[in-house]
């Protein structure tokens, strides 16, 4: 096939940029590779292996980082943008749970779409810094913040620090759907009204 080295070429340019975007995005929050293994799970010499172009980047490391910056995966490869990006939505898998990304900018608060399935398992706290808002679209999620353990259903608001430890995750009884938005130390919302 005649496009087969034109691909090729193309997907070693992304993997080249890869390494490059990777120190940029850890730059621009200000997080050490420590920080970044402990939320990750990722050896800091595996990172920093990535950051310099030492190692081939595998999905399954990119998406580890997508989670802890919170940004698309498509913004750390540097996907072309092609068309009308409400288009572009493309679903990912994080710990069991199908996130979609609703906003394309690395640098701002994040919007996510999360589906949480049916399951039981015991609550893993984790914190970062950042704060969180989540709204319930349908079903109902298990929040716990620190001590205290939360059941919201539709229509149901939570917003907090994530420096404090959390987790959210199924009752068990069935499916929830949630929009995420998340900002990084000193982003906030406004409200504002007419």
């Known amino acids: ?4 080295p034109a691909a090729g070429a193309a997907i070693a340019n992304a993997l080249e940029r890869v390494a490059p975007r990777l120190k940029q995005i850890r730059a621009e929050r200000g997080a050490t590779l420590s920080a970044l293994s402990d939320l990750t799970g990722v050896s800091k010499s595996t990172l920093s292996r990535l950051e310099n172009g030492q190692r ?3 999905l399954e490391l990119l998406l ?3 989670l802890a910056y919170r940004v698309p995966l498509d913004d750390l490869v540097g996907a072309p943008e092609v068309g009308d990006p409400r288009i572009r939505l ?13 906003t394309r900018h690395p640098g701002g608060v994040q919007a996510w779409k999360i589906v949480v399935p049916t399951s039981k398992v015991e609550p893993e706290n984790g914190a970062h810094d950042g704060h969180e808002w989540i709204y319930v679209l349908s079903g109902r999620l298990r929040l716990v913040l620190d001590d205290q353990d939360l059941l919201l259903g539709p229509g149901d608001v939570a917003e907090f620090d994530t420096r404090t ?3 959210f995750g199924s009752t068990g009884e069935e499916p929830t759907e949630i929009l995420s938005i998340f900002g990084r130390p000193g982003e906030r919302m406004i409200n504002r009204t007419p």
Do not use: Q
């Open 56 to 58: 081939r980047p595998t």
């Open 64 to 66: 580890a980082l997508s």
């Open 1 to 4: 096939m005649g496009g087969e």
């Open 165 to 167: 430890p959390h987790w």
């Open 90 to 102: 493309k679903p990912g898998r994080v710990k069991g749970r199908t996130v979609i990304p609703l």
